[in-house]
């Protein structure tokens, strides 16, 4: 309803000229009638509702983000174990009918291995339909209707699982199909993991879907199945449990059988309780069985009713194998076994099956002219003389090893692990031992570490005296500890040494001095470790300098060696370059690692040291000859253990790299070598380097001399410049052209000051039987001008028997001169004869 408002107000008077105002209505709001008051309780439950709905549609908003989170992640989190999965291929895992081949590298035969030599197999023809019923039964009874993994049994077991442990119980539900099992078994891989599982899985399906029967999946699984203890495969099982072969079981002992694998701690049949749990599950398998409509009514009474004669023998049904095959063919069944486990993602045993069962060609880095003459010498008696008295007393022959390895490539060439022509499974003591390595490790550990970090240089002098290095060791008596210790194998200490004559003369104290000041143990150590030698646990330990406490093989020491003959570069040593199957398709195909551990310069200088070691060190006699007695180059070490355990030769020519190893096998109690064997390692060495080199020529281990090397003629006494001074030694002349890496050789003006000349009385020695400089009051017949050696520090002996050493005979004590001639003598003064007095006559008058 409108209201008229005109006309309510009156207008106020106009003047004359004034016009009217013209009069407006105002519009006046109609009333409305105001709302009811709502209760205080109404609204407060309507405001709780607007709340509530606000969180629920805010909880529901994160739920659907988190969820899409959630899945993103766990479908990335899937993805990345299915791309981590181990490979696994259908085709690895097909048995063959064929054998495999090893060959060498020449293509030569090395080596036929026969299927089942390694452990018993049976076919799947020849399992019995009882058995292979009794584990599908049990174990998966759509087997023969999924691809690889039960899905419908995978969510109910998960779904049980989930419930369980809501519970608080902990009864795991098994949802691994036989396909999956067998995955496991073949990969090893137990971890109770997600990442196991699904990884598992993937493998399942992907191996069915590459065409992996069902038949060789039951065949494979059940060779494989573990069965408690270390029982595996069902024939080994059958004759350990039941004392016979499994194509011969009963349906109830297949069903007992069947029933171990769930839980092999509680069904083995070892005790009557486990005894009594194994016939439990059998019946429970047997009952499935039937349900199933594998075995008939008749049939199901029959076997429930039979009670199994166990006879529990774990060690029948092994195969104890006496390996027919040479020591390299050995070691390269090892390697392929490795490799194929750790490539393939499969267990050791599935990888030894692969190498047995499925018709490989593998082809290895064994030359025949090395290995010949390996097993030439080693099979020779002469070599091995029955001359130890305390060894015959412990009834031990002695015994060697050797390896010889390609430094170019990191290829073994050859290896022999023991005295004699190799018989069944032995001891290859050219991989499997550990024995003292001696001085073979200064090298490694002290002198290339010194050099390559610029701490020494090939012409650093150390004082080579008397030392006393474990006076603080409090692990040994006190007596002990004052003795001097290291020393050097001829008992006498020479002075002031180069680093280069040290190690070419092998001296123990100069070994150690540099270790502990120069190079130290960590340094040492870290360059050890790069050549394959980690030993950090020897830290600190002074006798690690001459081999102590110290174990390698020949198999290691001569790998090591490597970085001495090709330009400082160690390669981890390898027996095969691939693996084909038996229709040519590569399998797996060896990829060599190599580490750059010194520089080329370093290996230089450390290949010129070790060369003069053949040549006139302690290695003089293994310089190797061809057949037309032409020098081979050859650098190397000869190394003691200590009291004469073990004698080793490590060496290299430009074509190869060497360890050998003589002594015994001490199995009872540590036998030394007689004075008559010590140069064994070395004979032998030298004997089959010699046979290797006869058809090679001549070549320099380095094409040219490195860039960045420099030469400098420098004295021995004082490692600095030579003077003339150095060639007028009373020992001959000091000077040598010595190797330095650029920048670390001594300045034009750095001359030797450990030679001057002087003048000595011959008339007059000290207490040390030396000249003494003569004084002024010497006579000139006693003068004699000699050159001498001044030392850069005063030796004084730290304890009154220490022994002086060698050179100190060539030195003088420059402030006490002569002291017999300590004053002048009286002048000799000639005087005249007096005229003698004539005698007395008496008078006597006439």
Same mark, same amino acid.
């Given at each position: ?58 909880? %529901? ?40 081949? +090893? ?79 067998? *995955? ?72 007992? /059988? ?73 070691? *390269? ?18 990888? #030894? ?190 006798? +690690?300098?001459? $081999? ?114 003589? $002594? ?56 600095? /410049? ?65 050159? %001498?050696?001044?030392? =850069? ?12 050493? #060698? ?9 006490? =001169? ?29």
């Amino acid at each position: 309803m409108k209201l008229n408002l005109r006309g309510l107000f009156k207008p106020k008077p106009k003047s004359g000229n004034e016009r009217p105002k013209v009069k407006r209505e105002k519009k006046v709001k109609p009333a409305i009638s105001a709302p009811r008051k709502r209760s205080p309780v109404v609204n407060a439950l309507l405001f709780s509702l607007k709340v509530i709905w606000g969180a629920i549609r805010l909880i %529901l908003t994160i739920l659907i983000v988190a969820g899409f989170i959630g899945s993103g992640l766990v479908a990335g989190l899937v993805y990345g174990y299915i791309e981590t999965t181990p490979e696994l291929s259908a085709v690895d895992l097909t048995p063959t009918k064929y054998n495999t081949f +090893i060959y060498d590298v020449d293509g030569n035969v090395l080596a036929e291995l026969k299927q089942n030599e390694n452990r018993v197999w049976i076919e799947f023809a020849e399992i019995p339909q009882n058995l292979i019923n009794a584990y599908i039964a049990v174990e998966d009874k759509r087997f023969w209707d999924h691809k690889g993994v039960d899905f419908r049994r995978f969510l109910k077991s998960t779904y049980n699982t989930i419930i369980s442990k809501l519970k608080g119980e902990d009864d795991l539900q098994g949802g691994s199909t036989l396909t999956q099992q067998m *995955v496991k078994n073949l990969t090893g891989n137990m971890k109770p993991t997600i990442k196991r599982k699904i990884q598992e899985m993937w493998q399942a399906l992907k191996l069915e879907r590459e065409g992996l029967s069902k038949e060789d999946i039951l065949t494979r699984y059940m060779n494989t199945i573990p069965m408690g203890s270390t029982i595996y495969g069902i024939e080994t099982a059958a004759q350990a449990y039941y004392g016979k072969d499994v194509r011969n079981l009963s349906l109830a002992e297949c069903a007992s /059988l069947a029933g171990i694998t769930n839980w092999p701690t509680r069904y083995i049949p070892n005790s009557d309780e486990n005894k009594a749990n194994n016939m439990e599950r059998a019946h429970l398998i047997l009952d499935l069985m039937f349900e199933q409509g594998m075995i008939t009514e008749e049939e199901h009474t029959q076997a429930m009713q039979e009670e199994i004669d166990f006879t529990f023998n774990p060690g029948a049904g092994k195969i104890t194998r006496s390996s027919i095959q040479s020591y390299f063919v050995e070691e *390269v069944i090892k390697s392929v076994v490795k490799d194929l486990s750790e490539q393939k993602g499969i267990s050791a045993q599935t990888a #030894e099956d692969m190498v047995y069962n499925s018709g490989l060609k593998i082809y290895t880095t064994q030359e025949k002219k090395v290995q010949n003459a390996l097993d030439s010498v080693y099979t020779d008696e002469t070599y091995f003389p029955l001359i130890n008295e305390e060894a015959k007393l412990r009834e031990e022959i002695p015994q060697s090893a050797m390896v010889v390895i390609d430094p170019a490539t990191g290829a073994v060439r050859g290896l022999y692990g023991g005295n004699g022509k190799k018989e069944g499974s032995v001891l290859n003591r050219a991989t499997g031992m550990g024995r003292s390595p001696g001085s073979t490790i200064k090298p490694l550990l002290i002198y290339a570490p010194g050099i390559e970090t610029g701490r020494i240089t090939a012409a650093t002098i150390i004082d080579d005296v008397a030392q006393h290095m474990r006076l603080n060791d409090l692990s040994i008596p006190e007596k002990e500890r004052q003795q001097i210790y290291p020393r050097n194998v001829e008992k006498r200490n020479y002075g002031l040494t180069t680093v280069h004559e040290g190690l070419v003369q092998s001296r123990n104290v100069v070994a150690s001095l540099v270790l502990r000041d120069y190079t130290t143990f960590k340094v040492g150590l870290d360059y050890l470790e790069r050549v394959g030698l980690p030993c950090w646990d020897k830290e600190g330990m002074i006798s +690690i300098a001459m $081999g102590g406490g110290l174990e390698m093989s020949p198999m290691q020491m001569a790998a090591a060696y490597t970085v001495f003959a090709y330009k400082g570069v160690y390669w981890e040593p390898y027996f095969y370059t691939s693996i084909e199957d038996y229709d040519g398709n590569l399998v797996l195909e060896k990829d060599p690692k190599m580490t750059k551990v010194y520089s080329e310069q370093t290996a230089f200088i450390m290949n010129n040291i070790l060369q003069d070691a053949v040549l006139y060190g302690t290695g003089k006699g293994n310089l190797v000859l061809n057949k037309n007695g032409e020098a081979i180059p050859t650098a190397g070490k000869t190394g003691t253990a200590d009291k004469s355990i073990d004698k080793w030769f490590n060496g290299a020519t430009p074509y190869y790299v060497a360890s050998t190893w003589y $002594g015994y096998d001490n199995s009872k109690a540590p036998i030394s070598l007689t004075s008559e064997e010590t140069n064994n390692a070395k004979k032998i060495w030298h004997a089959v380097m010699t046979k290797i080199h006869e058809d090679m020529q001549p070549t320099d281990f380095f094409s040219s001399v490195p860039a960045k090397i420099v030469t400098r003629k420098v004295c021995k006494d004082s490692g600095k /410049l030579a003077t003339s001074l150095c060639e007028q030694d009373p020992r001959g002349s000091r000077v040598v052209e010595e190797y330095f890496i650029d920048g670390t050789e001594p300045d034009y003006g750095e001359t030797c000051d450990a030679h001057f000349k002087a003048k000595v009385c011959s008339a007059s020695k000290d207490i040390y039987d030396r000249h003494v400089l003569a004084n002024e009051y010497c006579p000139a017949e006693t003068i004699t001008e000699q050159v %001498l050696v001044r030392r =850069p520090i005063e030796y004084n002996p730290p304890f009154p028997s220490d022994p002086y050493p #060698e050179d100190w005979k060539y030195g003088v004590y420059e402030d006490v =001169p002569c002291a017999i001639h300590s004053q002048p003598l009286e002048p000799i003064i000639t005087l005249p004869l007096p005229t003698p007095t004539p005698a007395y006559v008496p008078f006597r008058p006439y």
